[in-house]
């Protein structure tokens, strides 16, 4: 697809609760500020964070996560494989003001293991597309048994599938949430938290 501008400023700009981001035509964001604002919410509920935990945010996007989350860790890094959506989330963390938080540009299975010899990981969050998360990403996640997981689906199918392995992995399900950002159609969200004992 080609994006061509006609008038105006090319990117969109969204509120998510109480940040700003843009958004490029060729990145991905939810449906609305309004549902994007929701699921941010489970997902910082879920991810428990106390201002001490080092946050590894996988397929992060514009950074709709990573944002919010930066403000209630002592670090974070996102990872998003896509270009332009990685200069949006470099651009919403400066726009937030987000010190203690850096974008990676790779693909999550490319970039875990750089990331893994930096220290322990306290908390992942996983925001995969709908094919569901690479074999290679749930291996390293099982490996290296961060303390909590916080992986959002937009498909049940591909949920099941990552979510026997991590299991099987050592993690324990401890919550599912289902999302209804798209009432009168089969699209469901889910928010899946899993816990293990020690660090990545």
Known sequence: P???DWHGARALSEQVGAFRFRVDPMAFFQVSGVAATALTALVEEAADLTGRERVLD??????????????????????????????????????????????????????????????????????????????QVLDALCARAPRRLV??????????????????????????????????TFHLETVAVLETGAAL
């Open 151 to 184: 992986y959002v689906s937009c498909d049940p199918s591909t949920l099941a599938r990552d979510l026997g392995v991590l299991t099987r992995g050592g993690f324990r399900c401890l919550r599912l949430q289902p999302v209804d950002l798209f009432p009168q």
């Open 58 to 135: 996988l397929h992060c996007g514009v950074g709709t996560f990573t944002v919010p989350l930066a403000h209630r860790a002592a670090e974070i890094v996102g990872v998003e494989a896509h270009p332009v959506a990685a200069q949006d989330a470099e651009h919403n963390l400066r726009l937030n003001r987000c010190p203690r938080a850096r974008i990676v540009q790779a693909q999550a299975e490319h970039a875990l293991p750089a990331l893994a010899r930096t220290g322990g990981w306290d908390v992942v969050i996983l925001d995969p597309p709908r094919a569901g998360c690479s074999r």
């Open 2 to 4: 080609r994006v061509v």
